[in-house]
């Protein structure tokens, strides 16, 4: 649950002004980004949709440092949510899932991470795309650590301190390609498959929080953060043990509820509790060839 002192923070784009002749759209609108900031307890509300813009929360990182001054976009300008789309929290140098994380039997297991591209993920609204050849694919609606600071060697005591807020992670998953895979590398890597977003909340109690996914409209069975077999804590113990997590980054820390095969033309929503919910669409792959 949220507390008092709880607030969301998200990473936006401005959607072109009528006057932005050049413009027709928001995905080719140059490539800004500010982070702006919200304390309203409801989310839907005429409150909850006025967001204001504020530094970037990633000081130390340039990938996730703000675009230069925009008229409206200062510092402490205040603009509503229609103005803008969301991205992906964080611009991150890593991204963690949690393998066999779910209830006693991953307990039972050692620790495991599994590394994902950072070039697999997208924001909300965009499109998972999947190639003709890509075989059986489900989402996983997960709980997602945003790192706010650098660390390594952290402690069940000090790991909190660098969390900078939880957001909702889709683990897109192709299941053919996992058999064949040891590493998971194609299965879990691939161009879009790590929808994130679609802002963070800060001073989340992540001890109990329903998880879920709803697919074409239809609500598959939920589950808890409370049955994933290695808490947020631990597993932040885990990574910083071997490798130093950098501001950004992503851990996304496993999937205890229900999935369902997507396909072209499906919907996905993953849900949260305290978070909200991740809304994208399933497409076939559209991929270009990248210029030489």
Not at 113 to 132: N, Y
Request: charged content about 20%; hydrophobic content about 40%.
């Amino acid at each position: 649950m949220t507390s008092p002192l709880s607030r969301r923070i998200a990473r936006v784009r401005p959607v072109p002004a009528s006057s932005d002749a050049a413009l027709t759209s928001a995905r080719q609108s140059p490539a800004e980004q500010f982070f702006v900031a919200n304390d309203s307890p409801d989310f839907d509300s005429v409150d909850g949709k006025r967001w204001t813009v504020v530094e970037s929360p990633f000081p130390a990182s340039s990938a996730n440092a703000n675009s230069p001054a925009r008229a409206g976009w200062e510092l402490g300008e205040v603009v509503s949510q229609e103005t803008f789309t969301f991205l992906a929290p964080s611009v991150p140098v890593n991204v963690f899932g949690m393998a066999h994380n779910t209830g006693q039997p991953g307990r039972d297991l050692p620790p495991q991470a599994f590394h994902k591209a950072a070039s697999s993920v997208i924001g909300p609204g965009e499109a998972i795309q999947l190639s003709s050849t890509v075989g059986y694919v489900d989402p996983e609606a997960e709980l997602t650590v945003v790192v706010g600071r650098a660390a390594r060697g952290l402690t069940l005591e000090t790991a909190r301190s660098a969390i900078l807020g939880y957001t909702i992670g889709n683990d897109v998953s192709a299941r053919d390609l996992q058999k064949t895979d040891e590493l998971w590398i194609s299965a879990k890597s691939q161009d879009t498959f790590t929808p994130a977003g679609p802002w963070m909340v800060t001073d989340l109690d992540d001890a109990d929080l329903s998880i879920g996914i709803v697919h074409n409209g239809t609500e598959l069975k939920t589950a808890s953060s409370a049955d994933l077999g290695w808490k947020v804590d631990e597993i932040l113990v885990y990574l910083t043990s071997f490798m130093t997590l950098q501001p950004g980054d992503l851990v996304l820390t496993g999937f205890p509820a229900e999935c369902a095969r997507i396909q072209p033309g499906d919907t996905v929503v993953c849900r949260v509790e305290g978070i909200g919910e991740l809304h994208n669409p399933v497409t076939g792959a559209s991929w270009e060839e990248l210029p030489a």
